[in-house]
């Protein structure tokens, strides 16, 4: 676990303090372990509300463990345990849901519990399609697509255009990076096999949909190294030892933006996702007071338009949008980097959240007991 203490403490063990939106008096425990995922998310994360609430709040320490990606095995593993020992969990929407329905996360009061929209909206209204569980509030909208290398000399001067490029193993030859997980893979492999966008889920719930999948991720299995983390593939590209690469479209920019490494991004078929807080099940009160204070803040309309500062995701609130700015410290406009830009978005793949949090476990050991063969 990585712990960063941002801001020194007090001696203090709790403050007494009042909840936003709360009426009485409660006290607010001064520590809380926030899970994220690394990398250039997590640092948008610190920037845009982390370190401004912690200003705000110098007895606070926040302790920060990137195993989000792991979340819901994790959870569950507390759980079973009798010992929580997060505050704070950063989750993809279909784990989310998930979580949800095993009772691990807790059910959220969307308009008492997160600030109304300075025009006086109600959150609800204000986040709308977003809350796609009574567990989830959501924080951005992103998408998992493929970056490139743009320098590779077997390519004889070819650029990739189509999502289906990266089966090409004849035109298109190298190493390529997915993700170690059923998600997009699946998605990406039927699409590619011909199967139409709409189709996509009614295929995949069959056993044979499933087989196809498979038989069209076989034909590039021994040219794949598979991430875990969300680093993982922005560096494989910086290092020229992957072509091709799946990862998040923020990692993405942040290599090709900001480290200006001889890399594309591809926004054909790429996949949208949401991703958001959701708080452990079984929280003492001290604990949940604080959480639910720092959520707040950091869910409110200008802390999700500041996040799209660092990173090149588009916040959940139809209020923040018109904040969007330009890049912290580059200048530059971020409006056309972000997924949800038109002319990022032709093409784009929705992801079914309901879907996968139904199916995910199964597809998950059977995937797992694929690349074992």
Request: glycine letters at 6%; hydrophobic letters at 40%.
């Amino acid at each position: 676990m990585k712990t960063t203490r941002l801001l020194t403490a007090t001696t203090a063990l709790v403050a007494a303090a009042t909840v936003a939106g709360a009426e009485s008096h409660v006290e607010m425990a001064n520590e809380m372990t926030i899970i994220s995922w690394g990398g250039a998310y997590q640092q948008s994360q610190l920037k845009a509300y982390v370190e401004p609430y912690l200003e705000m709040h110098p007895e606070v320490t926040v302790t920060w463990d990137e195993s989000s990606a792991e979340a819901v095995a994790k959870l569950r593993a507390q759980n079973e345990a009798g010992n929580v020992t997060w505050d704070l969990v950063d989750a993809t929407a279909a784990d989310a849901m998930r979580l949800c329905d095993e009772g691990l996360a807790m059910e959220i009061d969307v308009d008492e519990d997160l600030a109304p929209a300075p025009d006086g909206t109600p959150a609800s209204e204000d986040f709308g399609d977003m809350l796609v569980s009574d567990c989830f509030i959501p924080q951005i909208a992103y998408s998992y697509t493929f970056g490139y290398r743009n320098d590779v000399a077997e390519w004889d001067g070819k650029q990739p255009e189509s999502i289906c490029d990266v089966f090409d193993l004849e035109t298109f030859p190298g190493q390529r990076s997915l993700e170690k997980r059923p998600h997009n893979n699946l998605e990406w492999a039927l699409i590619c096999d011909g199967v139409a966008y709409e189709d996509v889920y009614d295929v995949l719930e069959t056993e044979e949909g499933q087989d196809r999948a498979f038989a069209k991720l076989d034909t590039i299995k021994d040219e794949t190294i598979w991430w875990s983390a969300g680093a993982d593939t922005p560096q494989l590209l910086a290092d020229g030892e992957v072509v091709f690469g799946s990862t998040y479209n923020g990692r993405l920019f942040s290599l090709i933006v900001e480290q200006d490494q001889p890399v594309n991004m591809m926004w054909d078929t790429q996949s949208y996702d949401l991703d958001g807080w959701i708080i452990p099940e079984g929280l003492d009160d001290a604990k949940l007071a604080r959480v639910k204070d720092f959520l707040y803040f950091a869910t409110d309309t200008q802390r999700l338009a500041d996040q799209a500062k660092y990173i090149s995701y588009g916040p959940a609130r139809k209020s923040s949008a018109p904040l969007v700015g330009e890049h912290a410290e580059l200048g530059i406009d971020m409006a056309p980097h972000m997924p949800t830009n038109p002319d990022n978005a032709k093409g784009a793949f929705v992801q079914n959240y309901e879907w996968w949090a139904d199916y995910r476990d199964d597809l998950d050991a059977k995937f797992q007991a694929w690349l074992a063969q």
